[in-house]
């Protein structure tokens, strides 16, 4: 996993303006993977940021980018709360919401629908994602919008802004931690 895929794939987090992300790389083996994930967060974690893989197969591992601080708080929603406490997930702990979360995707080839809560994204567009079997949203965008669609554009545009100035700066050489702003 390259400083270059983090930046690309997830640089809303990496600013502070997003809960997480996750994107999926490529490992040769397990000890690898574990390894560039471990010598990444040694970096990152006094930044507030966290980085694990959430599933292994086939040499390719899905990464989970994020931030427990945002996540505690985003698990605050009534709906957020509702949705993920009626799955099984014991909102108290976020922690153990992340190691659930894993559980389930361990278990199905396809996303839960609540991973994107996971993610930031907002719990009335999760649950109408969930009630709408995924059709009949307003905008798809970073995700599918069933709630404020102009709310959603804003957030789009700043995601796309941020990954645009970040590609840019790391590009010019300003390193990861530097990039990353402390929560």
Not at 131 to 138: I, L, Q, T
Not at 144 to 164: D, I, L, Q, S
């Amino acid at each position: 996993m390259s400083e270059e895929m983090l930046v690309r794939h997830c640089s809303p987090t990496l600013a502070g303006m997003k809960t997480g992300n996750i994107f999926s790389c490529c490992f040769e083996t397990d000890e690898e993977m574990k390894d560039s994930i471990r010598r990444m967060n040694r970096r990152l974690v006094k930044k507030g940021l966290r980085i694990i893989p959430l599933r292994f197969r086939e040499g390719r591992a899905l990464i989970y980018v994020f931030r427990p601080s945002h996540l505690v708080q985003d698990f605050q929603n009534d709906t957020a709360y509702k949705i993920l406490t009626e799955l099984g997930y014991n909102v108290k702990m976020s922690n153990e919401c992340v190691v659930h979360l894993m559980r389930r995707l361990g278990g199905s080839e396809e996303f839960p629908h609540e991973i994107g809560l996971f993610l930031g994204y907002p719990p009335e567009d999760v649950w109408g994602f969930i009630e709408n079997k995924a059709e009949r949203c307003k905008l798809v965008g970073c995700w599918k919008v069933y709630g404020n669609v102009e709310a959603a554009k804003r957030t789009f545009a700043k995601y796309k802004k941020c990954t645009e100035v970040y590609c840019a700066h790391f590009a010019k050489g300003k390193s990861i931690e530097r990039l990353t702003v402390a929560s």
